[in-house]
């Protein structure tokens, strides 16, 4: 397996999920706010699990596209985690972006299926990581590679919260994890990703806030 890998939450419990089969996991530098503290974090988790790990640089990403997640975008709005607070925080096609990459990785490594840690409360904010484009993408890469190479993404119906349980499960520390879309040191606590992990780790939260 070959694992898309933020640092996130989420990203995280899906790596523990999944170590002993994790052949490589890519993180993507892609001029987000928040991607220098992710990857310190992703680099930690990679090198706890002993898990190899490369990131890949998209600079073109914070060149030419726009969102106010990204460091050459508007300011990041501080309020709940729904589709018009967040819509200026989408990356477009993001993800669709990435999985065309870990598909050549796969391909070229002998690996026959990608992880990705899309969840259901992602769906009505980002439309790369609903059902539908999940299955869509994983016939294109299945027909566009000789391997039949896969997408697989056990986190697409359920929760946050259930993700953040399974996690509290296999042991994984979240102080290890990050989630701002701000990037800074200690998390802001207002933004909504901060206020949805607040929410998912309720009652066993090690995170630092501002706020």
């Known amino acids: 397996m070959i694992i898309a890998y933020s640092g996130g939450l989420d990203?995280?419990?899906?790596?523990?999920?999944?170590?002993?089969?994790?052949?490589?996991?890519?993180?993507?530098?892609?001029?987000?706010?928040?991607?220098?503290?992710?990857?310190?974090?992703?680099?930690?988790?990679?090198?706890?699990?002993?898990?190899?790990?490369?990131?890949?640089?998209?600079?073109?990403?914070?060149?030419?596209?726009?969102?106010?997640?990204?460091?050459?975008?508007?300011?990041?709005?501080?309020?709940?985690?729904?589709?018009?607070n967040l819509k200026s925080t989408v990356v477009p096609f993001r993800n669709g972006i990435m999985l065309s990459i870990l598909a050549g990785l796969a391909e070229s490594n002998n690996i026959n299926k990608i992880l990705l840690a899309n969840h259901?409360?992602?769906?009505?904010?980002?439309p790369d990581c609903t059902p539908d484009f999940i299955n869509y993408m994983n016939n294109a890469i299945k027909a566009g590679t000789f391997k039949g190479v896969q997408i697989f993404a056990p986190f697409t119906n359920i929760t946050k919260r259930e993700i953040a349980l399974m996690g509290k499960d296999l042991s994984v520390d979240f102080s290890m994890t990050y989630s701002c879309y701000n990037g800074r040191d200690i998390h802001c606590g207002k933004c909504a990703t901060c206020?949805?992990?607040?929410?998912?780790?309720?009652?066993?939260?090690?995170?630092?806030?501002?706020?």
């Open 120 to 126: 259901a409360g992602d769906h009505a904010i980002y």
């Open 11 to 84: 990203s995280t419990v899906l790596l523990h999920k999944f170590a002993k089969e994790i052949k490589l996991a890519v993180s993507f530098n892609y001029g987000s706010k928040h991607n220098n503290q992710e990857i310190k974090s992703a680099k930690l988790n990679c090198g706890k699990l002993n898990i190899p790990h490369i990131v890949i640089d998209l600079a073109f990403i914070n060149q030419y596209f726009k969102s106010s997640l990204l460091s050459s975008g508007g300011e990041i709005p501080l309020a709940d985690y729904d589709i018009e």
């Open 195 to 211: 206020r949805e992990r607040k929410e998912a780790l309720n009652g066993f939260d090690p995170t630092q806030y501002e706020d």
